[in-house]
């Protein structure tokens, strides 16, 4: 990669970011707060490691992401990071500032005709997380259980369509992965205040575990979990960032993984005093 391609700024944005508190954490031999920040691990492994700083999908939506086969199990094969299962594949700064906007004005239309609540869970209590979900399908919890519902059961009204830049955002996204010709028919839209979280669980309420859960990060940082097929696997460690893309699919499609903390005061949209991640499915 050449020097050129390194993000203005990416020095003084480095020591800021490593300033950060992580809470330490054994993970397969690495302690997690010895970890550099994602920006670090993209800088030194496209010097060492041979991956390079993907275009950003806003850039050109209309190319597809260059995802060269060694960024495929994250990285596994550098100084820095934690090993994700093969099928989760992470992919940082995929959408750039521009996109993550158009993104932002679009969740706020959705949240206008669907608001954000929490939700019922198996256990009695209430989701951490406030959802909504757009497209021809909505994933929802309530006494009757965990499903996808086409109308919002709060206000028995029709989910809002899928926004197009929604499409076009995941559609840049999964271009180099097995899954080019993803066609999501549901997004469901949790927004993290600081402070909220998601247990490890597993997305199996969809009809086709063949299609990957594509998960688009936006606002501030957080600390995202994957494990394996059971719950008690040992999980890994990510900290994803706005912009950033994580991809669940083959062998990962079922694994547990979870949101553990949310960063204060990391999102690089001041309007975002949180998180939203964007999970697009097939779900029916
Ligand atoms: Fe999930």
Redesign the pocket.
Known sequence: MASADIPLGWLADLFQKARRPVAPLKLGGYIRGALAPATAQVLFSSRYGGFFQPKRADEAMTQPLQTPKSRKRSFSDDLFGPELPTGCTFHPKSLGLRTQMALLAAIQEIAHAAPLTKVLTKTGGYTSAAITNCGHAGWWSDAKGYRYETRNPANGMPWPAMPDIFLRAVSACVANTPWPNFAPDACLINFYEPGAK?GL?Q?RDEKDFTQP?VTVCLGGDADFQVGGPKRSDKTSSIIVRSGDVMIMGGESRLYF?GVRKIYSDTSPIPEIKGRYSL?FRKAL
């Open positions: 998601m669980h997305d859960i993984h999970t």
